[in-house]
């Protein structure tokens, strides 16, 4: 602490005046570097917009940009990974968390790999109308190669492309494992390892590639004007339409519908994780869709990013207030894991079109989201589908919605909006349903009754999630 004392201007001479002031700034030198410090910095910070402004931004730094955040955004949405994972383990019963961890970081990975080998030349590199080039492996351009060996010249060709090409396909890349994920929730807690296992590196090396071809890839669908800016079909519905296949195939788990047909409930076995899954896929979901965005080289493109965050956000809250008004209607109680769902179904739903100024249409399209959701849920037990976690009312029921809600927002063409989900329901569900069947008279699609009543964890993978936890009948006699 220092105070200051005013000197009589009357009695001030300019010597005792220059005095003062040397011994002010010798007492208190540390606070008049501070202050100098302060005011240079807060000068750098105004003047630099005005600079930057008149020189340009220059393409090296919109190169860096760009790269940097097709990266960042990608390292969030493949932390959505995590989400699934915590979601699908408390969503199961404990019998059967172990089995979803494997099931989740063997997804990832072979996903990773399959769209390494061929899934992103398929659905990216020469591609014609409906499908890419059949050419195996990836990696960065000649010009970028000869910039690592050192040769200078190359730059400008690097910078030109706007973005390191590696950096792309990684953003590309774990999209395609979400898509995965949605199939293992789904299927928890009866589907044979080995077969969900092949059945993920056929839907990532083949069945999503051939859907990002049509429409990202600049395919037929592209050509026509379909919409979907950051995948409520091309990523949620295909991994909807592929869960659904498979547990038309594979069939519910042991004792879930009774016998007069009415479902039995069966709630998570950990609140506490689900809900932390659904916290971590929502924050992925800024990088999902604001990485959708594809650029961060200009003001331009991070005005549109910030509106696309605020709209993703506004859906999911949206989605999950109105699930939670419809849950006691539907279920005869508060249902927190609608609610939950309801969330996710808001975000699947804002993400075909978030780019949109209006934010009010952000709450609609994700309010009508979970009640498309939690009347999917009640429509699942009716026709009897068992989805362990919900994804199927969460991905493909609200990814439709999502799809045509962007003829709202954006002035999409329905009928093109209509012709997109249908060719990708049919392609999607019909290659899934066989690829099931096959794997069913094969390997087997499901696990045996003995070891879905012991639980995979202990029958398959001899290492339990809850090794204290004593294992007890899950159902009485039918009641």
């Avoid at 083949?206 to 050509?223: D, I, R």
Wanted: aromatic share 12%; proline share 3%; charged share 10%.
């Amino acid at each position: 602490m220092f105070t200051f004392r005013a000197w009589p201007r009357a009695r001030t001479t300019a010597g005792e005046l220059t005095t003062g002031l040397v011994r002010f700034l010798r007492n208190h030198s540390r606070f008049v570097f501070v202050a100098v410090a302060a005011i240079v910095s807060l000068g750098v910070v105004f003047a630099w917009p005005s600079a930057a402004h008149a020189a340009g931004v220059d393409p090296e730094t919109q190169f860096v940009l760009n790269t940097f955040a097709f990266l960042i955004w990608g390292a969030l949405v493949m932390w959505m990974c995590a989400g699934f994972t915590m979601l699908e383990a408390g969503s199961v019963r404990t019998k059967n968390a172990s089995m979803i961890c494997l099931k989740n970081i063997g997804l990832y990975s072979i996903a990773g790999i399959a769209f390494f080998f061929i899934g992103y030349n398929l659905m990216y590199v020469d591609v014609f109308h409906v499908i890419g080039g059949f050419k195996l492996l990836y990696g960065p351009s000649a010009d970028e190669v000869a910039l690592i060996q050192g040769q200078e010249d190359a730059l400008p060709a690097v910078v030109e492309s706007g973005k390191a090409v590696m950096s792309d396909w990684f953003f590309q890349m774990v999209f395609v494992a979400t898509t995965a994920s949605i199939v293992s929730g789904t299927l928890a807690e009866r589907v044979n390892m080995w077969s969900f296992f092949i059945f993920t590196l056929l839907l990532t090396a083949f069945t999503y590639p051939v859907v990002g071809a049509w429409t990202w890839g600049g395919g037929w669908l592209a050509s026509m004007g379909f919409t979907d800016f950051a995948g409520s079909t091309i990523v949620h519905s295909t991994g909807g339409w592929a869960a659904l296949a498979g547990a038309m195939v594979v069939g519910p788990r042991l004792g879930k519908f009774r016998r007069d047909g009415s479902a039995r409930i069966t709630p998570p076995s950990n609140v506490v994780l689900v809900t932390l899954g659904v916290f971590i896929l929502w924050f992925g979901w800024f990088g999902f869709n604001g990485g959708s965005q594809l650029a961060l080289g200009s003001a331009l493109d991070a005005v549109w990013m910030s509106i696309v965050l605020v709209n993703t956000n506004l859906a999911a809250a949206a989605g999950v207030l109105a699930a939670l008004a419809l849950s006691r209607p539907l279920f005869g109680r508060i249902d927190l894991f609608t609610c939950l769902n309801g969330g996710l179904a808001g975000l699947v739903a804002i993400t075909a079109g978030p780019n949109f100024v209006d934010h009010y249409w952000a709450l609609i399209i994700g309010a009508i989201g979970g009640v498309i959701c939690a009347g999917g849920l009640k429509l699942l037990e009716i026709v009897k589908v068992d989805d362990v976690v919900g994804a199927i009312p969460v991905h493909l029921f609200a990814g439709i919605w999502g799809t045509l809600a962007v003829c709202i927002t954006t002035g999409a063409d329905i009928l093109v909006q209509l012709a997109g989900i249908g060719s990708v329901g049919v392609f999607v569900f019909g290659v899934s349903w066989v690829a099931w069947r096959l794997l069913g008279w094969t390997l087997g699609a499901r696990v045996s009754e003995q070891v879905e009543q012991l639980g995979q964890d202990a029958a398959e993978l001899g290492i339990e999630a809850y090794p204290e936890f004593v294992l007890m009948p899950d159902f009485p006699e039918d009641d």
